[in-house]
């Protein structure tokens, strides 16, 4: 009775604490309610409200006393609240790290179980790579590894390291990760230790619930449940011998044998991979063949491992090799009384161009090599011997009945041939001749039995008639040709140029007339005028010398309005017409005239023979601040003068001391073709134009002065503002504008800022004046003469060129050859 009692207070208080925990600050009544009952939930929807309400648990203590709630189980409720945010926020940190771990590529169970990384780093193995099986083991991404997140096998047997995760839930909780100790237990609070090493997961799962069950009332009365998972991995040993890496390996006692097999590299260089053998308890406890996994995906001699189970991979008894037409080649392993079908089936069968009617291997005797043919009747029974080398040839490149039907037919192509057929039957399977066939004669291209080509002609004409004689049998391999009319006609020409919208050469058709021509080619242009000349071949079949004529020439007058001749002309093949231009017909061309006239701008050339002096006047003249010093032409370098210079053979004659032509050498050449490349791309990007100095003064006094030249399209007269300054540039310490003083000479303004540098030239200092006229330096025995500087005026200091300075053994042999002279001029006076 007294159990019956507090079960329903207990039952009574649960209640209300439920309600009270859905809404703790609406709620009227808090007397009632028992910390110590509270699960993670409760205090979960606790934490809720409070957040909600934007509160603390401490803002509500007064609140909370008002309604009945006693001062210690409202301090039991803060502190538990305290420790349940500080465990989630614990969790939340887990979370964030098992997040990160899998970013950067850490094992970890979403369900919290765990297991120690395995690593071993994989190096290809390019001696065995021809193996087959051996890139099962060398691929990175290939490991075996168990997968944490299924659930844990039943037959699953613990041992020391491992880990379980014990669960009560329901009236009373509990929750904790224990270990599996040394000895073979794990420890649960207020339960004891209980030895679980040795069983199953499933047989300790039993064990465990009935020991909580006789502690914990409520699990043995089933308000309460057990749950029991494992949490943490052991890790096992186990020794792998005749592997690439052979050795010890620590892996997780899910594991299994191809895993253990991938961190070892699989079998070393003479390794079977058809008989390894799993030894436990020192007897071979599975025989594991790889082919099996490989061929067919079977995975049922891929076991789980045990502790100080040991794999050994023993040496291969036989293996064969694979080349040619299958799709995978390589080298195979064969068990004994295994078939050529079956490593037909290793290497996945024959590939699309294979010759399968039989199979060429090369054997090994005792003493020396043979060759043996196995045919396809034999592949089922033949078995290979080790170190066979089987060759899978290619078919060949030729057909068995192939025929094919080309030229005036509807559908030229190959066909199948049969026995019996002839010309009637292809033609018909071609959809029959075109309209164009030449029905005269038919060609065959036929192929002997010596693999030598004949012709053979068919009256095409009679065989269609059904004439059995013409209508001959056909042969594999055989071209027939069916001629068309069109093949024998020349392909005839006519050119049209002179002043149309699309000189060129055109086909020619009968009846053409030069109004059709005119009208196809888009009309004449603005420019025709109305003489056109065609040119026509002579034909004959005698030759008369008397006569001096090459071609007939006809002359005719159109309309050049309308497209339209007076008289329609009918043209013949490889006419040639020119529609001649009008005598008069000039686009206006234009000059420009910047810098300081009154008017500068672009201007129309009114007459042929426009002068620097009549533009200049249109451009309202000269202004006050024009130098005339300082007016030149600028005039565009065309294209076919940079041809021309091109075009020009810089490979002038040149002589060695002996007489002997050296002007032809290679590096002459080279030199010479650098030079004319060098110039080109000067005056075709950077130039540009010409520049030709204009004297304005004398232009004035005189108008026939040279200086007073006829201009051309294009042309650009720059007249510069008058500037007092003098340029000083090149090799000179401080490149600078002097003011131009009057009776000062070259040296006074390279002395102005600071004469030349250590690279200067200064006897090959040159000027150039406003106009774009230079002056050089010149000399005569001791003196020199400078140009005279001007206003505006630009002085130049180049750079000295280079010396080769002499070696030793140049000054050592210009000595001895003065002291050879010395002595040959003493032993002459003698």
């Not at 909370?64 to 939340?92: H, N, P, V």
């Not at 990175?140 to 037959?155: G, M, R, S, V, W």
């Not at 002309?569 to 000039?586: C, G, H, Q, S, T």
């Amino acid at each position: 009775m007294k159990k019956i009692i507090y079960v329903l207070t207990l039952f009574l208080a649960l209640t209300t604490f439920n309600a009270t925990a859905q809404d703790i600050i609406k709620s009227k009544d808090l007397s009632t309610v028992r910390v110590d009952y509270m699960s993670d939930d409760d205090l979960a929807k606790i934490s809720v409200q409070l957040k909600s309400n934007n509160t603390t648990i401490d803002q509500v203590e007064s609140m909370a006393l008002s309604k009945g709630m006693s001062q210690a189980e409202f301090d039991k409720l803060r502190t538990k609240l305290k420790e349940y945010e500080k465990k989630i926020s614990k969790d939340s940190d887990k979370n964030k790290e098992k997040e990160d771990k899998l970013k950067n590529g850490e094992k970890d169970s979403e369900f919290g179980r765990k297991q120690e990384k395995i690593k071993n780093d994989k190096v290809k193995d390019s001696l065995n790579a021809l193996i087959f099986g051996s890139e099962l083991f060398d691929n990175p991404t290939l490991n075996f590894e168990p997968d944490l997140k299924l659930a844990t096998p039943l037959n699953y047997v613990l041992g020391p390291g491992d880990e379980l995760q014990i669960s009560i839930y329901g009236v009373q909780e509990y929750n904790a990760s224990l270990p599996v100790s040394v000895e073979g237990k794990i420890a649960i609070e207020y339960v004891g230790q209980i030895a679980v090493s040795g069983m199953t997961i499933e047989a300790a799962t039993q064990k465990i619930k009935g020991a909580i069950a006789r502690v914990y009332s409520t699990v043995r009365s089933g308000q309460s449940q057990v749950s029991v998972s494992l949490s943490g991995i052991r890790t096992i040993k186990v020794t792998i011998v005749g592997g690439k890496q052979p050795g010890n390996y620590s892996i997780s006692s899910l594991a299994t044998v191809y895993n253990a097999l991938h961190l070892a590299g699989g079998p070393g260089k003479n390794g079977s991979y058809r008989n390894i053998e799993l030894l436990r308890n020192n007897r071979v406890y599975k025989n594991i063949d790889i082919y099996a996994f490989l061929v067919k995906g079977d995975q049922s001699d891929n076991v789980a491992l045990k502790d100080n189970d040991v794999i050994r991979i023993p040496a291969y008894s036989q293996r064969v090799t694979v080349e040619g037409e299958v799709k995978r080649p390589g080298i195979f392993e064969m068990k004994k009384g295994e078939k050529f079908s079956d490593l037909l089936n290793f290497a996945s069968g024959f590939n699309e161009f294979a010759y399968t009617a039989s199979v060429n291997v090369l054997q090994k005797t005792g003493k020396e090599f043979k060759v043996h043919d196995i045919n396809e009747s034999e592949y089922n029974s033949y078995q290979p011997q080790s170190g066979d080398v089987f060759k899978v040839t290619k078919i060949l490149n030729r057909f068995e009945n192939r025929i094919k039907i080309e030229g005036a037919v509807f559908r030229p192509d190959y066909y199948s041939f049969t026995e019996g057929m002839r010309i009637y039957d292809l033609i018909t399977r071609a959809e029959g001749l075109k309209e164009d066939a030449y029905t005269k004669r038919a060609r065959i291209i036929r192929l002997k039995t010596d693999l030598t080509t004949e012709i053979v002609n068919v009256d095409l004409e009679a065989a269609l008639s059904g004439d059995i004689n013409a209508d001959i049998l056909l042969k594999r391999e055989d071209i027939v040709t069916v001629y068309s009319i069109l093949d024998f006609r020349e392909e005839y020409k006519i050119t049209i140029d002179g002043e149309v919208k699309n000189p060129g050469e055109y086909e020619y058709f009968e009846n053409l007339t030069l109004n059709d021509l005119v009208v196809q080619v888009g009309g004449l242009t603005g420019s025709a005028s109305k003489r056109v000349e065609i040119a026509r071949m002579i034909k004959s079949d005698a030759i008369d010398d008397t006569d001096p004529k090459r071609i007939e020439l006809v002359e005719l007058e159109i309309t050049a309005d309308n497209n339209e001749q007076i008289k329609n002309f009918v043209l013949k093949p490889f006419d040639v017409i020119n529609v001649r231009r009008m005598a008069v017909y000039e686009k206006p061309e234009m000059v420009k005239i910047s810098g300081a006239v009154t008017y500068p701008g672009k201007y129309v050339l009114a007459n042929k023979k426009e002068k620097v002096y009549n533009v200049v006047m249109r451009a309202g003249g000269l202004t006050s601040i024009a130098n005339l010093d300082g007016m030149k032409i600028k005039r565009p370098i065309k294209e076919e003068q940079i041809e021309q210079l091109e075009s020009v053979n810089l490979n002038f004659d040149k002589k060695d001391i002996s007489g002997k032509d050296i002007s032809g050498n290679e590096s002459n050449l080279k030199q010479n073709d650098t030079l004319k490349s060098r110039l080109s791309k000067r005056l075709r990007d950077e130039l540009k134009y010409t520049t030709i100095p204009v004297n304005w003064e004398k232009i004035v006094k005189d108008k026939n002065h040279y200086s007073n030249v006829t201009l051309f399209p294009g042309d650009e007269i720059e007249v510069a503002v008058y500037n007092e300054g003098v340029k000083v540039t090149g090799n000179v310490l401080l490149t600078s504008e002097i003011p131009y003083r009057s009776g000062k000479g070259f040296k006074y303004y390279i002395n102005s800022v600071g004469g030349v540098d250590s690279k200067g030239w200064k006897r090959k200092a040159y000027i150039i004046y406003p106009n774009g006229k230079a002056a050089v330096t010149s000399s005569f025995l001791f003196f020199k003469s400078y140009p005279k500087v001007e206003p505006d005026s630009q002085i130049v200091v180049p750079e000295r060129p280079e010396r080769k300075k002499m070696s030793a053994g140049e000054w050592a042999g210009l000595g001895t050859a003065f002291a050879s002279l010395a002595l040959l001029i003493v032993t002459a006076f003698k």
